[in-house]
């Protein structure tokens, strides 16, 4: 069984950073590809960034391009979202999630091809 532990959320003022992490166990991490999502209260779950397997193709949300950065550590079996120049509108529950199948696409893992998933961390960007 593959679990999926989130860390690295807090409470930002706007302009500020944050990195998220997330540990993989009980799989074979360093095939699959991996995304992160996130929810706000009263509103879907959204994409937000995913990284191929190998990690040399990322995809990312229009809302957080060029402000985000999605990296892998396969050695480690982390994933990590580096973001930055954070906004109150990035106020959420951010999730990790797999992909459904091995040797995907970042681009794939985006439209939602997930299997397993994290318990969120909480990230909060006060202005």
């Known amino acids: 069984q593959v679990q999926l532990v989130e860390s690295g959320g807090g409470l930002v003022q706007a302009g500020g950073s944050l990195r998220l992490s997330c540990a993989a166990s009980?799989?074979?991490?360093?095939?699959?590809?991996m995304g992160w999502f996130r929810q706000a209260p009263g509103k879907e779950r959204e994409f937000v960034a995913a990284?191929?397997?190998?990690?040399?193709?990322?995809y990312y949300a229009d809302s957080v391009k060029g402000r985000f950065t999605i990296s892998r550590d396969n050695a480690k079996n982390t994933v990590y979202l580096q973001m930055n120049s954070l906004k109150p509108e990035d106020t959420a529950v951010y999730y990790c999630a797999t992909d459904r199948s091995p040797y995907g696409s970042a681009f794939r893992l985006a439209g939602g091809y997930t299997e397993y998933w994290g318990q969120g961390t909480q990230v909060t960007v006060s202005s």
């Open positions: 990284i191929s397997y190998i990690g040399g193709n990322t």
């Open positions: 009980g799989g074979t991490f360093r095939t699959y590809a």
